[in-house]
């Protein structure tokens, strides 16, 4: 779970955030999807920006997260918010120290990573649990962990005996 919250004394919004799923027996994780939790969408860029002082500069596929295996544990994601407000926030999310284990011989995924970077560039990691007070201009970065993969993975050799003459 990655567990989002932020506001002052006018608006206050809270957000579930996707990671990667494990793989299993025939079948890779998926991609940027909520897992172990139901019923729950995350709020359409444009209505973020529209109600909040945010700028949400990036959303994305955390490439390379989910572990290897024969069959891959699924990608996490990439949330990167820009404030233009001062304001409280909290960050409650898992996966910060321990990976994410594969399965069968499968290698676990990545841990996610929360990070604050301040208007001189400069960038501080953050605990998983933490409550910060955000400045005006103020990046947070948000990468969510992969899953893990799924059976060994086995290296075939391609390449064709040469025979000599």
Do not use: W
Not at 57 to 86: A, H, P, T, W, Y
């Amino acid at each position: 779970m990655n567990n989002f919250i932020f506001g002052n004394a006018d608006f206050q919004y809270y957000e579930t955030i996707c990671g990667g799923a494990g793989a299993g027996p025939g079948f890779s994780g998926t991609d940027a999807v909520h897992t172990h939790m139901t019923n729950s969408r995350i709020t359409d860029p444009e209505v973020l920006e529209a109600r909040f002082p945010v700028l949400l500069e990036e959303f994305s596929i955390r490439q390379g997260s989910g572990g290897n295996g024969k069959f891959r544990g699924g990608n996490g994601v990439v949330r990167k918010f820009r404030f233009l407000k001062d304001m409280n926030a909290a960050i409650i999310s898992s996966h910060r120290k321990i990976p994410p284990f594969g399965l069968k011989g499968g290698m676990p995924g990545k841990c996610g990573k929360d990070m604050l970077i301040r208007r001189d560039g400069r960038v501080i990691e953050v605990e998983g649990q933490v409550e910060l007070k955000l400045k005006n201009g103020y990046i947070f970065v948000i990468e969510t962990p992969g899953g893990g993969g799924y059976g060994r993975h086995v290296h075939h050799n391609h390449e064709k005996n040469k025979s000599s003459m």
